[in-house]
Protein backbone atom coordinates (compact mmCIF):
# COMPACT_ATOMS: atom_id res chain seq x y z
CA UNK A 1 0.00 0.00 0.00
CA UNK A 2 2.72 2.25 1.04
CA UNK A 3 4.46 1.50 -2.27
CA UNK A 4 1.43 2.55 -4.48
CA UNK A 5 0.40 5.55 -2.33
CA UNK A 6 4.28 6.65 -3.21
CA UNK A 7 3.89 6.06 -6.98
CA UNK A 8 0.06 7.77 -7.20
CA UNK A 9 1.24 10.70 -5.37
CA UNK A 10 4.55 11.39 -7.62
CA UNK A 11 2.52 10.87 -10.43
CA UNK A 12 -0.08 13.38 -9.53
CA UNK A 13 2.98 15.73 -9.11
CA UNK A 14 4.18 15.43 -12.34
CA UNK A 15 1.14 15.36 -13.72
CA UNK A 16 0.95 18.98 -13.65
CA UNK A 17 1.42 20.53 -16.89
CA UNK A 18 3.08 23.78 -15.45
CA UNK A 19 5.11 21.53 -12.97
CA UNK A 20 6.36 19.59 -16.19
CA UNK A 21 6.70 22.19 -18.56
CA UNK A 22 8.54 23.85 -15.91
CA UNK A 23 10.95 20.99 -15.53
CA UNK A 24 11.27 19.69 -19.39
CA UNK A 25 11.86 23.56 -20.40
CA UNK A 26 14.82 23.78 -17.86
CA UNK A 27 16.28 20.38 -19.11
CA UNK A 28 16.33 21.43 -22.77
CA UNK A 29 18.13 24.29 -22.04
CA UNK A 30 20.59 22.35 -19.46
CA UNK A 31 21.27 19.66 -22.06
CA UNK A 32 21.77 22.35 -24.54
CA UNK A 33 24.32 24.87 -22.78
CA UNK A 34 26.19 22.25 -20.65
CA UNK A 35 29.64 21.91 -22.53
CA UNK A 36 30.48 18.03 -21.35
CA UNK A 37 27.02 16.63 -21.45
CA UNK A 38 28.04 14.26 -24.37
CA UNK A 39 30.58 12.50 -22.28
CA UNK A 40 28.02 11.84 -19.95
CA UNK A 41 25.39 10.73 -22.19
CA UNK A 42 28.06 8.21 -24.24
CA UNK A 43 28.52 6.83 -20.57
CA UNK A 44 25.24 6.45 -19.99
CA UNK A 45 24.74 4.04 -23.13
CA UNK A 46 28.20 1.82 -22.09
CA UNK A 47 26.13 0.47 -18.86
CA UNK A 48 23.51 -1.22 -21.17
CA UNK A 49 26.54 -3.57 -22.13
CA UNK A 50 25.62 -6.85 -21.36
CA UNK A 51 22.31 -6.74 -20.35
CA UNK A 52 19.58 -8.71 -22.15
CA UNK A 53 18.25 -8.02 -25.46
CA UNK A 54 14.54 -8.04 -25.91
CA UNK A 55 14.14 -6.57 -28.98
CA UNK A 56 17.54 -7.73 -31.73
CA UNK A 57 16.69 -4.05 -33.19
CA UNK A 58 18.30 -2.82 -30.35
CA UNK A 59 22.10 -4.12 -32.14
CA UNK A 60 20.88 -1.67 -35.23
CA UNK A 61 20.15 1.23 -32.44
CA UNK A 62 23.22 0.56 -30.70
CA UNK A 63 25.59 0.61 -33.97
CA UNK A 64 23.76 4.05 -35.01
CA UNK A 65 24.89 5.71 -31.46
CA UNK A 66 28.04 4.39 -31.58
CA UNK A 67 28.81 5.86 -35.02
CA UNK A 68 26.94 8.93 -33.75
CA UNK A 69 29.95 9.36 -31.18
CA UNK A 70 32.47 8.75 -33.19
CA UNK A 71 31.51 11.19 -35.59
CA UNK A 72 31.15 14.04 -32.96
CA UNK A 73 34.66 14.86 -31.51
CA UNK A 74 33.80 17.63 -29.09
CA UNK A 75 31.57 19.67 -27.33
CA UNK A 76 30.55 22.41 -29.59
CA UNK A 77 29.41 19.86 -32.47
CA UNK A 78 27.44 18.21 -30.27
CA UNK A 79 26.27 21.38 -28.51
CA UNK A 80 25.73 22.39 -32.42
CA UNK A 81 23.89 19.07 -33.56
CA UNK A 82 20.95 19.89 -29.72
CA UNK A 83 20.25 23.25 -31.25
CA UNK A 84 19.75 22.15 -34.98
CA UNK A 85 17.42 19.46 -33.46
CA UNK A 86 15.80 21.62 -31.35
CA UNK A 87 15.14 24.05 -34.02
CA UNK A 88 13.90 21.04 -35.95
CA UNK A 89 11.65 20.05 -34.21
CA UNK A 90 10.73 23.60 -32.26
CA UNK A 91 6.77 22.59 -34.23
CA UNK A 92 7.19 19.02 -33.06
CA UNK A 93 7.93 19.15 -29.54
CA UNK A 94 4.31 17.54 -27.94
CA UNK A 95 6.04 14.05 -29.89
CA UNK A 96 9.23 14.32 -28.00
CA UNK A 97 7.11 15.63 -24.75
CA UNK A 98 5.05 12.28 -25.80
CA UNK A 99 8.11 10.23 -26.03
CA UNK A 100 9.88 10.97 -22.71
CA UNK A 101 6.47 10.94 -20.87
CA UNK A 102 6.18 7.48 -21.72
CA UNK A 103 9.67 6.27 -20.87
CA UNK A 104 9.33 7.57 -17.62
CA UNK A 105 5.53 6.44 -17.31
CA UNK A 106 6.97 2.85 -18.40
CA UNK A 107 9.52 1.88 -16.05
CA UNK A 108 7.02 3.35 -13.09
CA UNK A 109 5.80 0.01 -14.29
CA UNK A 110 8.40 -1.80 -14.31
CA UNK A 111 8.91 -0.51 -10.66
CA UNK A 112 5.85 -2.15 -9.39
CA UNK A 113 7.26 -5.79 -10.22
CA UNK A 114 10.72 -5.50 -8.26
CA UNK A 115 9.68 -2.23 -6.21
CA UNK A 116 12.86 -0.15 -7.30
CA UNK A 117 11.42 3.02 -7.83
CA UNK A 118 14.35 5.24 -6.93
CA UNK A 119 16.53 3.06 -9.87
CA UNK A 120 13.88 2.46 -12.53
CA UNK A 121 13.73 6.91 -12.02
CA UNK A 122 17.65 6.91 -11.88
CA UNK A 123 17.72 6.19 -15.63
CA UNK A 124 14.52 7.88 -16.51
CA UNK A 125 16.34 10.83 -15.23
CA UNK A 126 20.08 10.53 -15.78
CA UNK A 127 20.01 12.82 -18.70
CA UNK A 128 19.13 15.87 -16.70
CA UNK A 129 22.18 15.00 -14.23
CA UNK A 130 25.03 17.74 -14.10
CA UNK A 131 28.25 16.42 -15.37
CA UNK A 132 29.65 18.10 -12.58
CA UNK A 133 27.97 16.19 -10.02
CA UNK A 134 28.92 12.58 -12.13
CA UNK A 135 32.49 13.49 -12.62
CA UNK A 136 32.83 14.73 -8.72
CA UNK A 137 31.30 11.81 -7.65
CA UNK A 138 33.19 9.52 -9.78
CA UNK A 139 36.88 11.39 -8.59
CA UNK A 140 35.66 10.69 -4.63
CA UNK A 141 35.03 7.12 -5.49
CA UNK A 142 38.17 6.27 -7.18
CA UNK A 143 39.98 7.49 -3.91
CA UNK A 144 38.70 3.94 -2.35
CA UNK A 145 40.94 1.13 -2.73
CA UNK A 146 38.52 -1.17 -1.67
CA UNK A 147 36.67 -1.11 -5.53
CA UNK A 148 33.78 -3.50 -4.44
CA UNK A 149 32.83 0.11 -2.38
CA UNK A 150 32.73 2.33 -5.24
CA UNK A 151 29.73 2.02 -6.84
CA UNK A 152 27.59 2.83 -3.57
CA UNK A 153 29.68 5.59 -2.43
CA UNK A 154 29.43 7.27 -5.86
CA UNK A 155 25.21 6.32 -5.84
CA UNK A 156 25.39 8.21 -2.01
CA UNK A 157 27.65 10.68 -3.24
CA UNK A 158 24.88 11.73 -6.43
CA UNK A 159 21.84 11.44 -4.43
CA UNK A 160 23.35 13.88 -1.89
CA UNK A 161 24.30 16.52 -4.02
CA UNK A 162 20.97 16.30 -6.00
CA UNK A 163 19.22 16.32 -2.87
CA UNK A 164 21.11 19.36 -1.29
CA UNK A 165 21.12 21.24 -5.23
CA UNK A 166 17.00 20.63 -4.81
CA UNK A 167 17.16 22.27 -1.07
CA UNK A 168 18.77 25.67 -2.58
CA UNK A 169 16.53 25.85 -5.17
CA UNK A 170 13.61 25.60 -3.36
CA UNK A 171 15.35 28.31 -0.81
CA UNK A 172 14.86 30.40 -4.42
CA UNK A 173 18.31 29.95 -6.16
CA UNK A 174 18.54 29.15 -9.37
CA UNK A 175 19.71 25.63 -10.65
CA UNK A 176 23.17 26.83 -11.91
CA UNK A 177 24.17 28.63 -8.98
CA UNK A 178 22.31 25.70 -6.74
CA UNK A 179 24.83 23.16 -8.71
CA UNK A 180 27.94 25.52 -7.72
CA UNK A 181 26.89 25.98 -4.23
CA UNK A 182 25.62 22.89 -3.57
CA UNK A 183 29.47 21.27 -4.80
CA UNK A 184 31.31 24.24 -2.85
CA UNK A 185 29.44 22.77 0.53
CA UNK A 186 30.23 19.18 -0.18
CA UNK A 187 34.04 20.17 -0.06
CA UNK A 188 36.61 18.90 -1.98
CA UNK A 189 36.25 15.44 -3.51
CA UNK A 190 39.93 13.98 -2.89
CA UNK A 191 39.65 14.75 0.60
CA UNK A 192 36.13 13.43 0.84
CA UNK A 193 37.31 9.96 -0.82
CA UNK A 194 40.21 9.70 1.58
CA UNK A 195 38.08 10.26 4.49
CA UNK A 196 35.51 7.61 2.97
CA UNK A 197 38.54 4.78 2.06
CA UNK A 198 39.14 4.73 5.78
CA UNK A 199 35.46 3.56 6.59
CA UNK A 200 34.77 1.61 3.56
CA UNK A 201 37.43 -1.52 4.42
CA UNK A 202 36.22 -5.10 3.76
CA UNK A 203 35.38 -5.99 7.50
CA UNK A 204 37.22 -9.20 8.73
CA UNK A 205 34.96 -11.59 10.91
CA UNK A 206 38.02 -12.02 13.21
CA UNK A 207 36.04 -13.36 16.35
CA UNK A 208 34.22 -15.69 14.03
CA UNK A 209 37.64 -16.66 13.09
CA UNK A 210 38.51 -17.55 16.24
CA UNK A 211 35.68 -19.13 17.38
CA UNK A 212 35.55 -21.58 14.21
CA UNK A 213 39.40 -22.18 14.66
CA UNK A 214 38.61 -23.09 18.82
CA UNK A 215 36.19 -25.70 17.79
CA UNK A 216 38.46 -27.48 14.72
CA UNK A 217 41.45 -27.07 16.88
CA UNK A 218 39.81 -28.69 20.03
CA UNK A 219 38.51 -31.67 17.47
CA UNK A 220 42.25 -32.63 16.15
CA UNK A 221 43.14 -32.40 20.36
CA UNK A 222 40.88 -34.38 21.20
CA UNK A 223 41.49 -37.14 18.12
CA UNK A 224 45.47 -37.29 19.24
CA UNK A 225 44.34 -37.88 23.07
CA UNK A 226 42.48 -40.06 21.72
CA UNK A 227 45.06 -41.54 19.46
CA UNK A 228 47.70 -41.53 22.30
CA UNK A 229 45.50 -43.49 24.68
CA UNK A 230 44.11 -46.04 21.49
CA UNK A 231 46.78 -47.28 19.30
CA UNK A 232 44.29 -48.28 17.10
CA UNK A 233 42.90 -44.79 16.94
CA UNK A 234 45.98 -43.32 15.20
CA UNK A 235 44.68 -42.83 12.04
CA UNK A 236 42.48 -40.70 12.63
CA UNK A 237 44.84 -37.92 14.53
CA UNK A 238 46.60 -38.57 10.97
CA UNK A 239 43.35 -38.38 8.82
CA UNK A 240 41.84 -35.21 11.28
CA UNK A 241 45.16 -33.05 10.73
CA UNK A 242 44.72 -33.25 7.00
CA UNK A 243 40.98 -33.05 6.64
CA UNK A 244 42.31 -29.60 8.27
CA UNK A 245 44.75 -28.27 6.46
CA UNK A 246 42.57 -29.17 3.23
CA UNK A 247 39.44 -27.54 4.98
CA UNK A 248 41.40 -24.38 6.00
CA UNK A 249 42.26 -24.08 1.84
CA UNK A 250 38.86 -24.64 0.74
CA UNK A 251 37.47 -21.75 3.39
CA UNK A 252 40.39 -19.46 2.80
CA UNK A 253 39.96 -20.04 -1.25
CA UNK A 254 35.76 -19.19 -0.78
CA UNK A 255 36.66 -16.41 1.62
CA UNK A 256 38.88 -14.37 -0.65
CA UNK A 257 36.59 -15.66 -3.76
CA UNK A 258 34.02 -13.53 -2.98
CA UNK A 259 30.73 -15.07 -2.66
CA UNK A 260 29.03 -12.96 -5.18
CA UNK A 261 30.35 -15.19 -7.90
CA UNK A 262 27.50 -17.51 -6.79
CA UNK A 263 24.86 -14.93 -7.84
CA UNK A 264 26.76 -13.91 -11.27
CA UNK A 265 26.21 -17.69 -11.96
CA UNK A 266 23.57 -18.92 -10.41
CA UNK A 267 21.50 -20.26 -12.64
CA UNK A 268 24.11 -22.62 -14.63
CA UNK A 269 25.81 -23.36 -11.44
CA UNK A 270 22.34 -24.81 -9.98
CA UNK A 271 21.70 -26.54 -12.89
CA UNK A 272 24.77 -28.77 -13.32
CA UNK A 273 24.80 -29.21 -9.50
CA UNK A 274 21.31 -30.89 -9.82
CA UNK A 275 21.93 -32.54 -12.93
CA UNK A 276 24.68 -34.20 -11.60
CA UNK A 277 22.99 -35.75 -8.37
CA UNK A 278 20.50 -37.01 -10.75
CA UNK A 279 23.82 -38.95 -13.03
CA UNK A 280 25.00 -39.92 -9.39
CA UNK A 281 22.02 -41.41 -8.08
CA UNK A 282 22.19 -43.84 -11.00
CA UNK A 283 24.87 -45.39 -9.60
CA UNK A 284 24.52 -49.41 -8.79
CA UNK A 285 22.83 -49.68 -5.52
CA UNK A 286 26.28 -50.86 -2.97
CA UNK A 287 28.96 -50.45 -5.09
CA UNK A 288 30.94 -50.76 -8.36
CA UNK A 289 34.29 -51.82 -9.49
CA UNK A 290 37.07 -49.59 -11.22
CA UNK A 291 39.19 -52.00 -12.35
CA UNK A 292 40.93 -53.76 -9.46
CA UNK A 293 39.04 -51.26 -6.52
CA UNK A 294 35.23 -52.09 -5.38
CA UNK A 295 33.65 -47.82 -4.43
CA UNK A 296 31.23 -48.71 -2.24
CA UNK A 297 28.41 -46.20 -3.40
CA UNK A 298 27.17 -45.41 0.10
CA UNK A 299 31.13 -44.65 1.07
CA UNK A 300 31.29 -42.06 -1.90
CA UNK A 301 28.41 -40.08 -2.07
CA UNK A 302 27.92 -39.81 1.80
CA UNK A 303 28.58 -36.47 3.15
CA UNK A 304 27.39 -34.55 0.13
CA UNK A 305 24.11 -33.76 1.62
CA UNK A 306 25.74 -31.04 3.98
CA UNK A 307 26.66 -29.19 0.57
CA UNK A 308 22.50 -29.21 -0.64
CA UNK A 309 21.39 -26.19 1.29
CA UNK A 310 23.63 -23.60 0.12
CA UNK A 311 23.20 -24.71 -3.98
CA UNK A 312 19.64 -24.35 -3.09
CA UNK A 313 20.12 -20.99 -1.64
CA UNK A 314 21.80 -20.07 -5.05
CA UNK A 315 18.95 -22.15 -6.94
CA UNK A 316 16.02 -19.63 -5.62
CA UNK A 317 18.73 -16.29 -6.02
CA UNK A 318 18.08 -17.60 -9.89
CA UNK A 319 14.51 -18.05 -9.66
CA UNK A 320 13.82 -14.37 -9.01
CA UNK A 321 10.92 -13.38 -10.43
CA UNK A 322 9.87 -16.09 -12.35
CA UNK A 323 6.36 -16.85 -10.54
CA UNK A 324 4.82 -19.80 -11.08
CA UNK A 325 7.88 -21.44 -12.74
CA UNK A 326 10.03 -20.60 -10.18
CA UNK A 327 8.04 -22.11 -7.00
CA UNK A 328 7.22 -25.02 -9.59
CA UNK A 329 11.36 -25.13 -10.18
CA UNK A 330 12.25 -24.72 -6.19
CA UNK A 331 9.77 -28.40 -5.48
CA UNK A 332 11.44 -30.56 -8.57
CA UNK A 333 15.10 -29.79 -7.39
CA UNK A 334 13.94 -29.97 -3.53
CA UNK A 335 12.55 -33.41 -4.94
CA UNK A 336 15.64 -34.31 -6.90
CA UNK A 337 17.85 -33.48 -3.39
CA UNK A 338 15.43 -35.56 -1.22
CA UNK A 339 15.55 -38.66 -3.48
CA UNK A 340 19.63 -38.26 -3.82
CA UNK A 341 18.92 -38.89 -0.07
CA UNK A 342 17.16 -41.54 -0.44
CA UNK A 343 19.22 -43.30 -3.00
CA UNK A 344 22.32 -43.05 -0.46
CA UNK A 345 20.36 -43.87 1.70
CA UNK A 346 20.09 -42.02 4.81
CA UNK A 347 17.07 -40.79 6.79
CA UNK A 348 19.44 -38.00 9.07
CA UNK A 349 19.99 -36.67 5.53
CA UNK A 350 17.29 -36.89 4.31
CA UNK A 351 15.33 -34.71 7.62
CA UNK A 352 18.24 -32.46 7.87
CA UNK A 353 17.97 -31.72 4.03
CA UNK A 354 14.35 -30.98 4.16
CA UNK A 355 14.23 -28.69 6.91
CA UNK A 356 17.07 -26.21 5.59
CA UNK A 357 15.29 -25.89 2.03
CA UNK A 358 11.68 -25.65 3.60
CA UNK A 359 13.26 -22.77 5.75
CA UNK A 360 14.86 -21.34 2.81
CA UNK A 361 12.19 -21.95 0.49
CA UNK A 362 9.51 -20.34 3.47
CA UNK A 363 11.62 -17.01 3.40
CA UNK A 364 11.67 -16.42 0.04
CA UNK A 365 8.21 -16.56 -0.51
CA UNK A 366 7.75 -14.38 3.01
CA UNK A 367 9.64 -11.98 0.95
CA UNK A 368 7.46 -12.38 -2.19
CA UNK A 369 10.58 -13.29 -4.20
CA UNK A 370 9.41 -14.86 -6.90
CA UNK A 371 6.92 -12.14 -8.29
CA UNK A 372 3.44 -13.55 -6.98
CA UNK A 373 2.80 -11.71 -3.85
CA UNK A 374 3.67 -12.59 -0.24
CA UNK A 375 0.57 -14.25 0.82
CA UNK A 376 0.29 -16.49 -2.36
CA UNK A 377 3.61 -17.51 -2.79
CA UNK A 378 3.58 -18.52 1.44
CA UNK A 379 0.48 -20.27 0.62
CA UNK A 380 1.70 -22.04 -2.27
CA UNK A 381 5.10 -23.15 -0.39
CA UNK A 382 3.82 -24.37 2.79
CA UNK A 383 0.24 -26.24 1.80
CA UNK A 384 3.18 -28.70 -0.21
CA UNK A 385 5.89 -28.83 2.42
CA UNK A 386 2.87 -29.35 5.33
CA UNK A 387 1.11 -31.95 3.38
CA UNK A 388 4.82 -34.17 2.51
CA UNK A 389 4.88 -33.81 6.16
CA UNK A 390 1.91 -35.32 7.06
CA UNK A 391 2.25 -37.88 4.49
CA UNK A 392 5.97 -39.10 5.79
CA UNK A 393 4.33 -39.20 9.29
CA UNK A 394 1.04 -40.93 8.32
CA UNK A 395 3.18 -43.93 5.71
CA UNK A 396 6.14 -44.22 8.27
CA UNK A 397 3.88 -44.70 11.44
CA UNK A 398 5.01 -47.95 12.25
CA UNK A 399 8.42 -47.24 11.83
CA UNK A 400 8.61 -43.91 13.57
CA UNK A 401 6.39 -46.09 16.87
CA UNK A 402 9.79 -48.95 16.81
CA UNK A 403 12.60 -46.09 16.88
CA UNK A 404 10.36 -44.12 20.04
CA UNK A 405 10.51 -47.35 21.61
CA UNK A 406 14.19 -48.18 21.19
CA UNK A 407 14.89 -44.79 22.80
CA UNK A 408 12.18 -45.30 25.54
CA UNK A 409 13.62 -49.06 26.33
CA UNK A 410 16.78 -50.17 24.26
CA UNK A 411 16.88 -53.44 26.27
CA UNK A 412 14.24 -54.69 24.65
CA UNK A 413 15.89 -54.67 21.32
CA UNK A 414 19.72 -55.07 22.60
CA UNK A 415 19.59 -58.24 19.89
CA UNK A 416 19.16 -55.76 17.67
CA UNK A 417 18.88 -51.81 16.90
CA UNK A 418 18.92 -50.91 20.67
CA UNK A 419 22.41 -52.24 21.51
CA UNK A 420 24.86 -49.39 20.37
CA UNK A 421 21.77 -47.11 21.99
CA UNK A 422 23.07 -49.14 25.43
CA UNK A 423 26.35 -49.39 24.56
CA UNK A 424 26.07 -44.90 24.48
CA UNK A 425 23.69 -44.52 26.87
CA UNK A 426 25.80 -46.48 29.72
CA UNK A 427 29.08 -44.44 28.48
CA UNK A 428 26.93 -41.38 29.03
CA UNK A 429 25.22 -43.00 32.34
CA UNK A 430 28.88 -43.45 33.95
CA UNK A 431 30.55 -40.09 32.65
CA UNK A 432 31.98 -37.56 35.14
CA UNK A 433 31.34 -34.08 34.97
CA UNK A 434 35.72 -33.41 34.83
CA UNK A 435 37.69 -36.03 33.88
CA UNK A 436 37.33 -39.96 32.46
CA UNK A 437 34.34 -41.70 33.54
CA UNK A 438 33.43 -45.24 34.18
CA UNK A 439 31.63 -47.81 32.02
CA UNK A 440 29.06 -50.39 32.32
CA UNK A 441 28.59 -54.22 31.57
CA UNK A 442 27.81 -54.01 27.91
CA UNK A 443 29.91 -50.71 27.26
CA UNK A 444 33.02 -52.22 28.58
CA UNK A 445 32.47 -55.82 27.02
CA UNK A 446 32.51 -53.26 23.85
CA UNK A 447 35.29 -51.50 24.24
CA UNK A 448 37.27 -54.36 25.53
CA UNK A 449 37.07 -55.51 21.68
CA UNK A 450 39.99 -55.42 19.14
CA UNK A 451 40.98 -56.10 15.48
CA UNK A 452 39.13 -53.08 14.44
CA UNK A 453 36.49 -52.41 17.27
CA UNK A 454 35.70 -51.20 20.46
CA UNK A 455 37.04 -47.39 20.40
CA UNK A 456 37.20 -47.42 16.42
CA UNK A 457 33.68 -48.72 16.31
CA UNK A 458 32.52 -45.87 18.13
CA UNK A 459 34.57 -42.96 16.18
CA UNK A 460 31.24 -41.93 14.56
CA UNK A 461 29.93 -40.65 17.90
CA UNK A 462 32.66 -38.44 18.99
CA UNK A 463 30.75 -36.14 21.45
CA UNK A 464 29.64 -39.23 23.37
CA UNK A 465 33.53 -40.23 23.23
CA UNK A 466 34.49 -36.69 24.44
CA UNK A 467 32.06 -37.08 27.28
CA UNK A 468 33.30 -40.49 28.38
CA UNK A 469 37.26 -39.41 28.31
CA UNK A 470 36.80 -35.60 29.30
CA UNK A 471 33.34 -35.15 31.07
CA UNK A 472 30.51 -33.10 30.65
CA UNK A 473 32.30 -29.52 31.04
CA UNK A 474 33.97 -30.35 27.97
CA UNK A 475 30.85 -30.90 25.60
CA UNK A 476 29.23 -28.14 27.24
CA UNK A 477 32.11 -25.63 26.47
CA UNK A 478 32.25 -27.34 23.26
CA UNK A 479 28.21 -26.51 22.55
CA UNK A 480 28.85 -22.78 24.03
CA UNK A 481 31.62 -22.13 21.57
CA UNK A 482 29.56 -23.43 18.46
CA UNK A 483 26.21 -21.89 19.92
CA UNK A 484 28.54 -18.32 20.14
CA UNK A 485 29.80 -18.29 16.69
CA UNK A 486 26.03 -19.13 15.23
CA UNK A 487 24.11 -16.09 17.26
CA UNK A 488 26.77 -14.03 16.60
CA UNK A 489 26.61 -14.44 12.90
CA UNK A 490 23.33 -15.06 12.49
CA UNK A 491 23.12 -11.46 14.32
CA UNK A 492 25.49 -9.72 12.16
CA UNK A 493 23.59 -11.32 8.49
CA UNK A 494 20.44 -9.76 9.74
CA UNK A 495 21.89 -6.64 8.54
CA UNK A 496 22.77 -7.64 5.19
CA UNK A 497 20.40 -5.89 2.57
CA UNK A 498 21.60 -7.96 -0.50
CA UNK A 499 19.15 -10.95 -0.78
CA UNK A 500 21.75 -13.26 -2.35
CA UNK A 501 24.22 -11.99 0.86
CA UNK A 502 21.19 -13.38 3.07
CA UNK A 503 20.35 -16.28 1.34
CA UNK A 504 24.20 -17.66 1.63
CA UNK A 505 24.61 -17.05 5.05
CA UNK A 506 21.19 -18.39 6.29
CA UNK A 507 21.41 -21.68 4.11
CA UNK A 508 25.25 -22.16 5.57
CA UNK A 509 23.52 -21.01 9.55
CA UNK A 510 20.86 -22.98 8.74
CA UNK A 511 23.19 -26.04 7.82
CA UNK A 512 25.60 -25.78 10.84
CA UNK A 513 22.59 -25.63 13.46
CA UNK A 514 20.64 -28.82 12.07
CA UNK A 515 24.11 -30.58 11.91
CA UNK A 516 24.63 -29.74 15.40
CA UNK A 517 21.87 -30.69 16.91
CA UNK A 518 20.66 -33.90 15.24
CA UNK A 519 24.53 -34.84 15.59
CA UNK A 520 24.05 -34.16 19.57
CA UNK A 521 20.95 -35.77 19.67
CA UNK A 522 22.06 -38.71 17.94
CA UNK A 523 25.28 -38.83 20.58
CA UNK A 524 22.89 -38.43 23.56
CA UNK A 525 20.68 -41.36 22.27
CA UNK A 526 17.89 -39.31 22.15
CA UNK A 527 17.97 -40.40 18.55
CA UNK A 528 18.57 -44.09 18.33
CA UNK A 529 20.22 -43.69 14.38
CA UNK A 530 23.07 -41.82 12.91
CA UNK A 531 23.76 -40.51 9.35
CA UNK A 532 26.19 -38.41 7.41
CA UNK A 533 25.61 -35.32 9.63
CA UNK A 534 28.68 -34.00 11.73
CA UNK A 535 29.51 -31.46 14.22
CA UNK A 536 30.51 -29.10 12.64
CA UNK A 537 34.57 -28.26 12.58
CA UNK A 538 34.84 -31.05 15.89
CA UNK A 539 33.82 -34.36 14.21
CA UNK A 540 36.24 -36.72 12.13
CA UNK A 541 35.92 -37.11 8.45
CA UNK A 542 37.72 -35.53 5.54
CA UNK A 543 34.58 -35.04 3.68
CA UNK A 544 32.42 -33.55 6.26
CA UNK A 545 35.71 -31.13 7.55
CA UNK A 546 36.24 -29.85 3.90
CA UNK A 547 32.46 -29.24 2.65
CA UNK A 548 31.77 -27.55 6.24
CA UNK A 549 34.91 -25.29 6.41
CA UNK A 550 33.91 -24.75 2.81
CA UNK A 551 30.67 -23.23 3.48
CA UNK A 552 32.00 -21.27 6.56
CA UNK A 553 34.22 -19.40 3.89
CA UNK A 554 31.52 -18.53 1.77
CA UNK A 555 29.71 -17.20 5.13
CA UNK A 556 32.32 -15.23 5.94
CA UNK A 557 32.72 -13.96 2.74
CA UNK A 558 28.94 -12.47 3.43
CA UNK A 559 30.11 -10.90 6.48
CA UNK A 560 33.19 -9.20 4.47
CA UNK A 561 31.90 -7.87 1.29
CA UNK A 562 28.04 -7.83 2.05
CA UNK A 563 27.79 -4.21 3.49
CA UNK A 564 28.45 -3.21 -0.07
CA UNK A 565 26.43 -5.77 -2.24
CA UNK A 566 22.92 -5.15 -3.88
CA UNK A 567 21.05 -7.10 -5.85
CA UNK A 568 21.49 -5.04 -8.65
CA UNK A 569 25.02 -5.74 -8.74
CA UNK A 570 25.34 -9.49 -9.20
CA UNK A 571 21.32 -10.19 -10.88
CA UNK A 572 21.37 -14.00 -11.40
CA UNK A 573 18.61 -12.88 -14.63
CA UNK A 574 15.63 -9.88 -15.21
CA UNK A 575 12.52 -9.38 -13.32
CA UNK A 576 10.35 -10.09 -15.78
CA UNK A 577 6.25 -8.67 -15.45
CA UNK A 578 4.21 -11.14 -16.44
CA UNK A 579 2.17 -9.51 -19.27
CA UNK A 580 4.17 -7.06 -21.12
CA UNK A 581 2.51 -3.75 -21.16
CA UNK A 582 1.48 -2.03 -24.82
CA UNK A 583 0.30 1.61 -24.30
CA UNK A 584 -0.68 3.78 -27.24
CA UNK A 585 -2.27 6.87 -26.71
CA UNK A 586 -1.94 10.59 -28.55
CA UNK A 587 -0.48 13.79 -26.60
CA UNK A 588 -4.17 15.37 -26.07
CA UNK A 589 -5.59 12.09 -24.21
CA UNK A 590 -2.28 12.03 -22.55
Keep these: RERDELIIGVCKRYAKEDYREHKLDKARDSAAMRPDAYMYTKHLFDRFKGMEIINTDWNIYTQEINTFYETCKDAMTFRNIV ?187 ALMFHAALILLGLLPIGGFWLRYIYVSTHILLRGLPLLFPLMFAVLLYALRGRRGWGVFAAFVCLAVQCMFCLRVPCLLDLGFLFLCDSALLIFCARNGWFGLGKKLETLLTTLPLAADIVWVLVLGANWFARQLAIVLDPHSYIDGHGYRTVVLRELLQNAKFIGQGGVGPYSAQHLAR ?94 TILLNMLQLGFLLSTLRVGSVVRDKDVAAGPVRPRRRLRVSFTWENA
Design 83 to 269: NEFNKYYEDNQHEYEQMLMYYVYRYFLDAVYDYNVLLKMKGASALALPETFTQFARTAAEQLRWKKARPLVEDELLTHLCDQRDALMAGGMDETVATAESLRLTGDPYEIGTELDRVHRPKTPKLLFALAALIALAGLAFTALVSFRDYELSYFAVHQSVALLLGTAAMLAAYFLDFTLLGHFALPL
Design 450 to 543: SEGFGMVDLQAHALTLLVHRCGWLALIALVTLLTALLVLAFRRCRRQESMLARLVSYSVLLSFTTQAAAYLCCDLTLIPISGGVAFPFFTFGIK
